[in-house]
């Protein structure tokens, strides 16, 4: 009978421990890094703007090309109006004209040039996609993590009240506490009870918002391999100054949009100068052969297109201007997530340098008074507000300095790549 206990307590674990590893292999466990992979490979966003691309590189196929030759052939039969003695016999009709236009290689040249530019805009708008998703996919997996361990927190309070509330209960029923103290003690679960169900359900709405930017590809159970207290390494303001001038998209796009235009207005340019067609042309009847080569200049001399040239001054200017206030409001972006993130780090320091400490001692000393009966419900109500209050802005300076450095990233354009073949 002992043998029997003993196998079927061992089969018991067994079963169990078999549970707990299928469970664990079941749920993903991701970090933050193959969080946004994965988004950038699923999002439609990103998907569209790579399409641009695509677009794009036809463009410089077709503005690459030749143009074609322009064949035109006339054929028929010839009936004459006098008669055969004095015109001689009635034949076939045939011509043949064929037109082949030269094109202006300045011209040609800076067509090509443009439509180059625009692949170099849209990749630079691919990246701007890239990086607004990847750091919106990072502040959202921090959210996330906020949510919960304020859920955890509230969940915690919860529990002390309710422990306290047994205890009044406890003493009102033996005749030492008046019943008033039950009745706030009731409330005070109450409310701690709304604020965690609350603190519940805004961590769900932080992991269907995940989910939505990741256009559904994350698995429902899915769990975060992250916390609040990840280390925020950075390089030094001076350096991520040069680099957000180099590598931020927007600028990026705005240099390139700034090349095409330019390229646009040489080619407006260049579609003054004379356009010369080769012509050649075969003419067949009855009585007369002939060939005939010429060429076919088109000048402008009442028209100089003008207009499509200050248009495309006019926008280069308007580029130009553009792009010289975008470096000077990416580069106040950036310190403004930088102070932002030297705020955080700051009240970080000054929360676990002390406060923190400071009040869970000071609510497990009016716990400890409580129960002695040395103090009243009203000390222990006010100091575990006080520790509520005190983690309650240690957990959202965390969040606050990941999200600054999200937002450094993104100015910056660092994330990682997603695995797509080009």
Known sequence: MQNFRLRYFLLSLFILFYSALLSAQGTSRLTIKELQQIGLEANGLVQAARSQINMAEAGVVAARAYPNPNVTVKVGPQSGRYPASVIGPSNDYREVNVSQPIENPFFRSARINSAEAVVDVRQASLNQVRADLAAQLRVRAYELILRREQAEMEAGIFDLMKEIQRRIKVSVEVGET??????????????????????????????????????????????????????????????????????????????????SVTQRIDQEKASVLPRVNILYENYTDAQFSTNVAGLNLEIPIFYRRRGEIDTAVYDSA??????????????????????????????????????????ELALNIAQTAYRLGERGFIEVLDTQRILRGVLGELLQARFELQSAAAEIDRLRAYYPKEHFVE
């Open 318 to 359: 308007r580029i130009r201007e553009t792009l010289d206030y975008r470096r000077f409001e990416i580069i106040q972006l950036l310190e403004l997530a930088w102070q932002a993130k030297e705020i955080a780090r700051r009240r970080i320091e000054m929360f676990e340098g002390g406060i923190v400490r400071d009040a």
């Open 178 to 259: 008046a019943r008033f103290e039950l009745v706030r003690a009731d409330t005070e679960v109450l409310s701690a009870e709304n604020r965690m169900e609350a603190a519940r359900l805004s961590a769900e709405r932080a992991r269907v918002a995940l989910i939505q930017l990741a256009a559904g590809a994350l698995q429902s159970d899915f769990e975060i391999n992250a916390s609040l207290t990840d280390l925020v390494e950075l390089p030094p303001l001076e350096m991520l100054r040069e680099e957000i001038v180099r590598l931020n998209p927007e600028i990026q796009r705005l240099e390139a949009e700034q090349i």
